[in-house]
């Protein structure tokens, strides 16, 4: 029944070691986002699609991207993380001004 | 900027207890206001959304407010149980944006 669909759940990688984190959704929304949460903190938005296009935050590290090779998947790409990147991953998916459906996360530990 | 306050940051009462969970907004400009559930380790569950033009909300014993001159929410949890313990975020979004999302209040309900 899991609608929107994050893998891992746990992810470990050593600092410097680029990681992707995954994303798939069975709603057909239109729209995929990426947050940042950390402890006690409030998500914070990475960047968005709304359907091809493109929404990066300004002040989200160079060091983020993201590829959405079609409707269903969206993907996370740290390239060079650092202990700061340390944090919980949330995937979400909506279509244009309703509700927005979150995966369950996936955790990500920096060695 | 759009700022979303959450006040307490933590609260615990015991099981049947009503309770009331605040939240502000700095800006009244908002498209919609949506009240979410994380438990630990976990992504996010929505509960509520209330449309700008709507004043409240209601799902079970879960009842959200809505005053946008005020730049005010409240969600009221009746006959809290243990179950209700978890994170409770409030976000709005300001026009057709993302959301904006406060830390969220932490609740335990005590048995």
């Known amino acids: 029944d899991a609608m929107v669909i994050q893998n891992p759940r746990y992810q470990v990688t050593q600092f410097g070691k680029p990681v992707t984190l995954s994303c798939s959704q069975t709603l057909n929304h239109n729209v995929m986002y990426w947050y940042q949460q950390k402890s006690s903190q409030a998500p914070k938005l990475l960047f968005h699609?709304?359907?091809?296009?493109?929404?990066n935050e300004a002040d989200t590290p160079d060091n983020f991207q993201s590829r959405r090779p079609n409707t269903s998947f969206c993907f996370l790409d740290i390239r060079s993380p650092g202990l700061g990147d340390a944090a919980m991953y949330l995937c979400?998916?909506?279509?244009?001004?309703?509700?927005?459906?979150f995966g369950d996360g996936t955790r990500l530990s920096i060695l | 900027k759009q700022e979303v306050t959450q006040i307490p940051a933590a609260l615990s009462v015991p099981e049947g207890e009503n309770l009331v969970l605040n939240c502000s907004f700095t800006d009244s400009a908002i498209y919609n206001l949506q009240w979410f559930r994380q438990d630990p380790g976990k992504g996010l569950t929505s509960l509520l959304l209330i449309q700008s033009s709507q004043r409240e909300q209601t799902s079970g014993r879960l009842n959200a407010s809505l005053d946008k001159s005020s730049g005010r929410s409240t969600l009221y949890i009746a006959a809290s149980q243990p179950g209700d313990s978890a994170t409770y975020l409030c976000a709005v979004r300001p026009g057709n944006t993302p959301l904006v999302f406060g830390k969220g209040t932490r609740l335990s309900v005590i048995a």
């Open positions: 979400a998916t909506s279509n244009s001004g309703q509700p927005q459906h």
């Open positions: 699609y709304y359907d091809k296009d493109f929404n």
